[in-house]
């Protein structure tokens, strides 16, 4: 593994006057950089990565917005309690940081786990949200039973998404299963964490080597490997809370890249609110921001104002 730079420094190579910052929220700790200036703009990135997942896209962003870009609880730099990995309580994570930054309602865009909890803040807390984007990911709901422990013909397994055909997911099933995961894993961080890169990228260049060794040191613990479990154990409990919530009241924007999850969003995410768009990122597998920055940052920029 090559040598990592530090959140610290990582936030100083970024162009926009980026910062990095611990907060006491909700009662754990959210680690978040921070820079730019305009109106408050919430990244949440997802699993097995952190903040760093926006980076190509953040001193655009800087330009317009103040861009807080936050490790969710369990990720990262942040904290990493026993508890609290349904959406809803992370959430709330999200709203206290909010207030703790001193703003009343901000933009929110989220990838991955990150759309989930970015849906989820929507919905428990639509006074404080502006707008919301979501980036190939949206929250859980009763679809999700749906899938299969066996790939259906059309999910590739071969690692090769050139083929276009649908992604198996076979890391849902092995992130449901408690304490094992960690002592497999345990020293084969670059190895697994390159494994699901190389199955979901359409062009694996655009996660670099040096982007990997962030994310494997990131993942290098068993109390890592264990919190990014969580995240998808709590699926059950977040499809129930689903169930409660109403139309969402912000407009929405959905972006799905068109060798990812584009097709699946567009037929079930426009009846989530009255004002839902989804948009199709062309040659990208699902890590849009690393993937398409380009695109990505275009339209959020014009979605967000």
Known sequence: MTDVLSDADLARSLEGGFVSRLAEVNGTHLHYVEGGQGEP??????????????????????????????????????????????????????????????????????????????????????????????????????????????????????????????????????????????????????????????YMLLDRGAIDERDRDIYARAYSTAEAVRTGNAYYQTFMQDIEDEKGYGPLAVPVLVLGGDHSNHAYLAAVTPSKGPDVRVVKVEKSGHYLPEEQPETVVGLLSEFFG
């Open 41 to 198: 703009l919430v990244l949440l990135g997802g699993w097995p990565q952190t903040w760093w997942q926006f980076h190509k896209i953040m001193p655009r962003l800087a330009r317009d917005h103040r861009v807080i870009a936050v490790d969710l609880r369990g990720m990262g730099g942040s904290a990493k309690p026993a508890a609290g990995y349904d959406k809803k309580t992370m959430a709330h994570d999200i709203y206290e940081l909010i207030r703790h930054l001193g703003h009343e309602s901000v933009h929110i865009a989220g990838h991955d786990i990150g759309a989930m909890v970015a849906q989820s803040m929507a919905a428990n807390h639509p006074e404080a949200v502006r707008k919301l984007a979501l980036l190939d990911v949206h929250h859980p709901d009763e679809s999700m039973y749906g899938l299969t422990l066996l790939p259906q013909p059309d999910q590739h397994v071969d690692g090769d998404l050139t083929a276009g055909s649908r992604t198996y997911l076979w890391w849902f099933a092995l992130n449901q299963v408690r304490g094992l995961p960690e002592k497999l894993l345990a020293g084969r961080e670059r190895d697994w964490i390159d494994s699901l890169f190389d």
